[in-house]
């Protein structure tokens, strides 16, 4: 991989796509030349990185050509898109679910697992946004002790949904104010016929419902463990819930190990494990808050306990902002590894 690669950036007037420039210019990422790609209807459109001004292109198969990075924000078209960047030689790093279990695509947090990048076939897979946040906060503690079981209970921001799920409860607080009846037509899940409103309530139900009783979304969680940590003995019992938030994700998260770990070495290696931060400071009212963890890098863990029942579980509560961590800096850390390591 050259140290200063060929990059274009698919989805790049979305919320992915603008935290990838964003991040770009933060981190000063190397690149020779730059593509921003797009629908047909953001085409023309002018966006300004690194003080030098782009034009937005239509993305269409032939973009990619002498590209040799693809960030692509998520979205259906991946599937359509990546295999013909593959064609041309591009690697392409997919926020989208399209490719995540493939077993020859690699699904990848760099902190966790960087030495599966180095098996990619073209394709590398960034997983899921609370897969993400919660496997940072875990990878330090299966490290001390292989992980039995985890019980997790997510709290995701709308943001999750796009910036249709931010408008609709911007939209909806402002009816409320008025003492307008809310309007619902993003959530849930937007493909379905019924909805309902996110202002001031809860919805256990992000994306579809499967036979199983669980959503599509809480069986990322389990499904993608597994495959990052490659360990499949791992009991994962998930409850995804979309709460009234503009950004960053939070997670309640109950880890059974194989032994049984003290909380100050818990603490201590998730303080040492880079991304991630201890917050937990129960005499000052220290925990981690979704309202203080957006736009930050790293993946904050609090309320770190013992269990009162079983002396091999820890409980933890965990927040990240899902649109970096969760989407757009995973993706951006794993071409910054293949950059460093020549891969």
Not at 98 to 106: D, N, T
Not at 170 to 179: H, I, P
Not at 263 to 286: C, H, S, W, Y
Request: a negative charge; charged letters at 20%; hydrophobic letters at 40%.
């Amino acid at each position: 991989m050259s140290k200063m690669p060929s990059v274009a950036i698919l989805g790049a007037t979305g919320a992915v796509g603008q935290e990838f420039i964003n991040l770009i210019e933060e981190r000063n990422f190397p690149y020779s030349n730059l593509k921003l790609l797009a629908s047909k209807r953001s085409v023309g459109k002018t966006m300004t990185v690194k003080g030098k001004a782009y034009i937005v292109e239509e993305a269409c198969p032939d973009s990619f050509k002498g590209v040799d990075i693809g960030l692509f924000a998520g979205g259906s078209v991946s599937k359509e898109l990546a295999p013909a960047a593959v064609a041309h030689g591009c690697v392409v790093i997919d926020n989208s679910s399209a490719f995540r279990m493939e077993p020859q695509v690699p699904l990848v947090v760099p902190e966790v697992n960087p030495e599966d990048i180095a098996g990619h076939k073209g394709i590398i897979a960034n997983p899921n946004c609370s897969t993400i946040i919660m496997l940072m906060a875990l990878k330090p503690i299966y490290d001390l002790s292989p992980i039995k079981k985890i019980v997790v209970s997510t709290y995701q921001a709308v943001s999750g949904a796009g910036k249709e799920g931010i408008d609709e409860l911007k939209e909806q607080v402002e009816a409320y104010m008025k003492g307008e009846e809310p309007v619902a037509r993003i959530l849930p899940t937007k493909s379905l016929d019924k909805h309902y409103p996110i202002a001031f309530n809860l919805l256990p139900h992000i994306d579809v419902f499967l036979d199983n009783g669980y959503s599509k979304e809480e069986m990322k969680l389990v499904n993608e463990t597994h495959k990052i940590l490659h360990d499949d003995g791992i009991a994962v019992s998930p409850t995804t819930v979309r709460v009234p938030v503009f950004r960053s994700h939070a997670e309640s998260i109950y880890v059974e190990t194989e032994e049984p770990l003290s909380v100050e070495a818990v603490r201590k290696a998730i303080d040492a494990f880079p991304g991630t931060q201890v917050q937990d400071n129960l005499a000052n009212m220290e925990y981690p808050m979704p309202l203080y963890t957006s736009e930050k890098y790293d993946v904050y863990v609090g309320r770190i306990r013992k269990d009162i029942f079983n002396p091999n579980v820890v409980n933890l509560w965990v927040s990240g902002d899902q649109i970096r961590k969760g989407a757009a800096l995973n993706a951006l850390q794993i071409a910054e590894y293949m950059i460093a390591h020549n891969i």
